[in-house]
C-alpha cells in the first residue's frame, strides 16, 4: 500500500473516530459474510456502526485520541463497534446481536478513558446508561420531599375522608322530607 493510500485511510479514521469518548473492539476473524451482513443489519437498526480497522494505521490515527488505550487491544482482524447512544448501550446491543456467532471474539472496550478488557464487557453492558444514571439521581434527589409531601398530606386526607363519612351518615339518618310550612 503506497504512503497517500495510507495518509487517507489514516485521515478518514481520524475524522470518524477523532470525536468518539467510548467504542468497543471486537475480532472478526472466521466471521462468514452472512453472519457479516446479519451483525451489521441488527446493529444499524440501533445506529450502532461495525468498521473494520487496518491495525497499524488504527494505532497510529487513534494515538491522539480518547481512544488511545484502546490501540494496546488491537491484535488481528480487528473491527471498531461505536455510536448508539452510549457506549453501554452498544456493548449491550453487541453482545445480544453476537449471540450465537462463536466466530466473533470481543477483546475490549473503552467508557470516558476507562479500559475493559473482554471478559468485563458483560460487567460494561450493566452499567447504566448516562440517561439512566440521571434519571436514578433525580429520583434521589426528589424521592425526600416525595415522601415529606406524603406525610403532610396524608393526615389531612385521613381527616377530609372521617369528615366525609360522617356527612354521609347524617345525611342518612336526617328525614327526606322537609315538615310542611303552616300558613
Do not use: C, H, W
Request: overall charge positive; cysteine-free.
Amino acid at each position: 500500500m503506497s504512503k497517500p493510500v495510507k495518509n487517507l485511510i489514516s485521515a478518514s479514521y481520524k475524522k470518524r473516530f477523532g470525536e468518539l469518548e467510548g467504542a468497543v473492539l471486537i475480532n472478526i476473524r472466521g466471521l462468514s459474510s452472512n453472519d457479516n451482513n446479519k451483525l451489521r443489519q441488527n446493529l444499524a437498526g440501533k445506529k450502532v456502526k461495525v468498521t473494520v480497522v487496518k491495525n497499524t494505521l488504527a494505532r497510529k490515527a487513534l494515538g491522539d485520541t480518547k481512544l488511545k488505550a484502546l490501540t494496546d487491544l488491537i491484535e488481528g482482524p480487528t473491527a471498531l463497534v461505536y455510536g448508539g447512544e452510549s457506549v453501554v448501550n452498544v456493548a449491550r446491543d453487541l453482545l445480544a446481536a453476537i449471540k450465537g456467532m462463536e466466530s466473533v471474539k470481543v477483546t475490549g472496550a473503552i467508557l470516558d478513558g476507562l479500559v475493559f478488557p473482554a471478559n468485563q464487557i458483560e460487567v460494561l453492558s450493566k452499567y447504566p446508561t448516562r440517561r439512566e444514571a440521571q434519571a436514578q439521581a433525580i429520583t434521589l434527589v426528589v424521592s425526600p420531599g416525595r415522601k415529606l409531601a406524603g406525610q403532610i398530606l396524608g393526615p389531612g386526607r385521613k381527616l377530609a375522608a372521617i369528615v366525609k363519612a360522617i356527612e354521609v351518615k347524617k345525611e342518612k339518618e336526617a328525614p327526606t322530607e322537609a315538615p310542611a310550612a303552616s300558613a
